[in-house]
């Protein structure tokens, strides 16, 4: 079966050309930088809207975080946005879904690639559901390659609109080492909304369970936002220094929840030895980011909620802790990274300042994932949380 990926799955030239295009562009259009900001404040306000209408009662975490999430993506990539009922919202969210679901069938073979080798392919295939998990991906290809022909009916090559956009006068470009085409080009976008949409909106998730659980985390966090911001105020990424116990917090929800509990898979290219562990060439490695952002070799009472940890005596924010890697490192590392800790922090201090977060009556939010899953730490999405619009 084809590879559907680009930026994690491939490598050689086409893992070069795609990356290099990718973080080129986003960093263009405004990953990690105050250029994006405006877009990610119009969202935050959609958010607080929506949280606001469920005030007073517990329920499930609104389905707006997930707009939210896909909106600022899409803006990126295809100038496109959604409403929080808009029906093809509702399309495109079942497709994210049903590739999710796939991914996780077809990470039996990442994590025991031994399986084609022992058993038969027809129970492979009955297995890892190859034909199912084919029908989705193409399902979804098929989505992005209309907007790709729509892009391509109103280019204007002196204005590109987004990274669709670029992508398509990259393509025209005469250029040898070239590995650009439309089929390229849905996959890197396959790539870019799998990296930056379903996980940026399970970590809001997360960490507004991680509040509710945990009271007075909310209360120092909303002190300190106070402080800083007027109320009803957006920040801003020149805020960030300003606010460290709320850099703090977002990091070490990030910690806790793990997201991508095992991170990409890598391949040895070469015959090593490792912690007294002979890695023959050509063995596929997994990185066990749960595990580590649970050690004790790395952290203290490392199953507390523990904000505190990430401030230094004097009180200032350090980011840089020996294992913590839940963006990975290397080559490889996340080329959404920017985005999601611009969204992260704008989100989490523009719902802290309106809403306090609690759990139902006489309850505790489970903080337990919905179940292992390779792919994504995903938390309970039955759980539910109290809204309370502060004064």
Not at 322 to 350: D, H, N, T, Y
């Amino acid at each position: 079966m084809e590879t559907y990926t680009r930026l994690v799955g491939s490598n050689g030239l086409v893992w070069h050309n795609n990356r290099r295009f990718a973080l080129r562009q986003l960093r263009d259009l405004g990953m990690g930088k105050s250029k994006l900001v405006a877009a990610v404040h119009t969202q935050a306000e959609m958010l607080i809207e929506e949280f606001r209408k469920q005030a007073g009662r517990a329920d499930k975490v609104p389905h707006a975080t997930k707009v939210a999430v896909v909106n600022i993506v899409w803006q990126m990539i295809g100038s496109i946005q959604f409403k929080v009922t808009d029906e093809r919202f509702k399309r495109f969210q079942r497709l994210i879904d049903g590739v999710f679901e796939s991914m996780r069938r077809m990470a039996i073979l990442d994590l025991f690639p031994w399986i084609n080798s022992v058993f038969p392919d027809a129970l492979v295939t009955w297995i890892c559901r190859r034909d199912v998990v084919k029908i989705t991906l193409d399902s979804f290809s098929a989505y992005f390659e209309e907007v790709i022909d729509e892009h391509k009916a109103t280019l204007d090559k002196d204005n590109p609109r987004d990274l669709i956009d670029a992508y398509i006068i990259e393509m025209e470009k005469d250029n040898p080492d070239s590995t650009c085409s439309k089929r390229d080009l849905v996959l890197l976008i396959f790539d870019l909304f799998n990296a930056g949409t379903q996980t940026t909106d399970n970590m809001l998730t997360w960490m507004i369970f991680y509040l509710a659980n945990h009271p007075k985390v909310q209360e120092r966090m909303l002190r300190e936002i106070d402080e800083v911001l007027p109320r009803g105020t957006l920040p801003i990424l020149e805020d960030k220094p300003r606010l460290p116990y709320t850099e703090a917090v977002v990091h070490e929800s990030l910690r806790k929840a793990s997201l991508v509990s095992l991170g990409a898979q890598h391949i040895a290219t070469r015959d090593t030895q490792l912690g007294g562990y002979s890695i023959p060439k050509g063995t596929i490695i997994t990185g066990s980011f749960f595990a580590m952002h649970d050690d004790p070799r790395y952290w203290d009472s490392p199953e507390e909620f523990r904000p505190e940890r990430w401030l230094n005596a004097e009180g200032k924010f350090v980011a840089k802790k020996e294992g913590f890697m839940p963006f990975g490192s290397g080559k490889r590392q996340c080329v959404g990274e920017g985005l999601a800790r611009m969204e992260l922090f704008i989100f989490s201090v523009a719902l802290v300042q309106n809403f306090s977060f609690a759990p139902p009556p006489g309850k505790k939010i489970d903080l337990r994932p919905v179940a292992f899953n390779p792919i994504l730490h995903e938390p309970k999405g039955s759980e539910k949380v109290v809204v309370t619009v502060r004064p």
